[in-house]
Each structure stands twice: as structure tokens, then as C-alpha cells.
């Protein structure tokens, strides 16, 4: 059982206009998993408390743990986190959480992964645990997401790395010259980017209740046995 415990913020880097990566110190942090999540929990001068979940980004790096948060509109603790929590302030984290849906990088399993929106999060930390672990695992990302500028890990997406295929869909605005007009996932685009179900891969699916419904779902029309779809929700 985890406990409550402090940690203070040391670095806020900015991924887009609604997304922030918030890099904590921890008093102690056991490690974790990649797909796990963590509890934050605010406390008003007035001893009002909010918690809420959020994936842990990545490897924990010199008892570091990282979180990326999207702004959600009207949201109590993602916009004091995205626009006011200060470079050294506390907050308080309880953590990791979460067992199942985990990639441990001893399944030599191919690897879907399946991101809605700042469902992104969870399987990016499995990407870069690949790349810790030297992994050679093949893995296909399929990134559904609003316009080019809502894309969260940009720069990291955009670079190649061996064994790890990403494909970036747009549901509102495409980038120009893209050839598929913007629309939400459908099946041919997991036809195309996924694994066949063949293949029997693991698969995770993250994001806000509509779209792991949906994706889940469309797995499951392609054949993909259930017992290998993981799936994460944020809504
Ligand atoms: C396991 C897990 C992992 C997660 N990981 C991440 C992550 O890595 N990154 C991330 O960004 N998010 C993640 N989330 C989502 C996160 O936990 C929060 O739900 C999210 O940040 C919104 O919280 P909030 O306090 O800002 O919004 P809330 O204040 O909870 O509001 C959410 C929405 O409900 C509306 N709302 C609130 N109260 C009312 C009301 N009374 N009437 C009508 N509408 C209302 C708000 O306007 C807003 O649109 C994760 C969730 C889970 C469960």
C-alpha cells in the first residue's frame, strides 16, 4: 500500500498550447512501470483536496517522476497544473498504481498501441522503456489526435527509431498536403497501421472513454482476441 508523500516540482517543459510535461522530486520513490499511473493530490489554504490520476511518463531517472498534463476546459486540477503550479512547489503524489495495464519488456509479444489524445501518455512510457531496456520488440503506434499542434512528444515522434512504427491521424485539421482528410479512427487506418490480428500482438489502448471504446471495439471486429487488449481510461 503507497502512502502520501511530497514532491517537489523542478522543471515544467511546455509540449503544446494545452500540454505540459511536469518533471517531480519525490521524498522516495520505489520505481514503477511503464503504464502505471500516480495520484496528485492538491490542498487549499482552506484544507479543500482534489486528486487525480495521472500516467507516469517515463523511467524513473534519478528518483525523478514525470508527468505530462493536457489542459482539460473547466478543469479544477489540470489547469492549476498546466498554467500555475510554480518550479518549486509541493504537491502531494501516492504511487505507482496499477498492475495490469503494464508493459514489462519480457513478453516478446509485437506491440500495438493505440493513443486518443493525452492517451499518449502511458504508451509513450512504454516506448521509451524499450529504448531503456535496448528491447527489440516491434511496436506500432497509432496516434489519434485533434490538429498537428495538439501532438504531445512531437519532436520524440518524429525521430525514427528502429523497430517502432508511428502513424499520427487527425480527427479536426491535417497538416497540408496530408491525403486523408481528418476524421476520427476508423478500421481501414487500423488495417494499415496496425498488426494483423495474426500476428496476435499485445495491445493497449489509451485515451477518453469514447475513443478506447471505440478502438477497442474495432480490435475486436478485426479479430483480435480480448484477452490481449489492454485498455486505459481517462474520462
Ligand atoms: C488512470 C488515469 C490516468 C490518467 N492519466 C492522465 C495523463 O497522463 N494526462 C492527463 O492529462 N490526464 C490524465 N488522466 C485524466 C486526469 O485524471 C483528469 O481526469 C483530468 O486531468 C481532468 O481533471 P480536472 O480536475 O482538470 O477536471 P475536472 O474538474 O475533474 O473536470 C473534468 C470535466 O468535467 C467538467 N465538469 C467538472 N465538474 C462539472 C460539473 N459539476 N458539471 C458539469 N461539468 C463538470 C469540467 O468542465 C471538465 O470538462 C488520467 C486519468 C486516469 C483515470
Redesign the pocket.
Known amino acids: 500500500m503507497t502512502v502520501w508523500q511530497q514532491a517537489r516540482l523542478v522543471e515544467r517543459l511546455r509540449e503544446t498550447d494545452s500540454?505540459v510535461t511536469l518533471v517531480f522530486e519525490p521524498e522516495e520513490w520505489s520505481g514503477h512501470l511503464a503504464g502505471q499511473?500516480a495520484d496528485i493530490r492538491l490542498t487549499a489554504d482552506d484544507g479543500y483536496q482534489?486528486v487525480?490520476?495521472?500516467?507516469l511518463?517515463g523511467p524513473v531517472e534519478e528518483g525523478r517522476v514525470v508527468?505530462?498534463?493536457?489542459?482539460?476546459?473547466?478543469?479544477?486540477?489540470?489547469?492549476?497544473?498546466c498554467d500555475d503550479l510554480p518550479v518549486g512547489a509541493y504537491v502531494e503524489v501516492r504511487g505507482p498504481?496499477?498492475g495490469w495495464?503494464v508493459w514489462r519488456g519480457t513478453d516478446t509479444r509485437p506491440v500495438m498501441l493505440l493513443a486518443g489524445g493525452?492517451?499518449i501518455?502511458?504508451l509513450q512510457a512504454m516506448v521509451r522503456q524499450r529504448r531503456a531496456l535496448g528491447s527489440r520488440v516491434p511496436f506500432r503506434l497509432l496516434y489519434s489526435v485533434r490538429t498537428p499542434e495538439d501532438v504531445i512528444y512531437a519532436d520524440e515522434l518524429a525521430r525514427p527509431e528502429g523497430g517502432v512504427d508511428v502513424a499520427v491521424r487527425y480527427t479536426r485539421e491535417a497538416p497540408p498536403g496530408a491525403r486523408r482528410a481528418p476524421r476520427r479512427l476508423g478500421l481501414v487506418d487500423l488495417n494499415t497501421h496496425g498488426w494483423p490480428a495474426e500476428f496476435e500482438p499485445m495491445c493497449f489502448v489509451c485515451g477518453p472513454n469514447g475513443f478506447v471504446e471505440a478502438a477497442a471495439n474495432m480490435l475486436i471486429t478485426l479479430g483480435h482476441d480480448r484477452h490481449r487488449i489492454k485498455t486505459?481510461?481517462?474520462?
Open positions: 500540454a499511473h482534489a487525480r490520476s495521472y500516467s511518463a508527468f505530462t498534463v493536457q489542459r482539460v476546459l473547466g478543469g479544477e486540477v489540470s489547469t492549476y497544473l498504481v496499477g495495464f493525452s492517451g501518455v502511458p486505459e481510461r481517462f474520462g
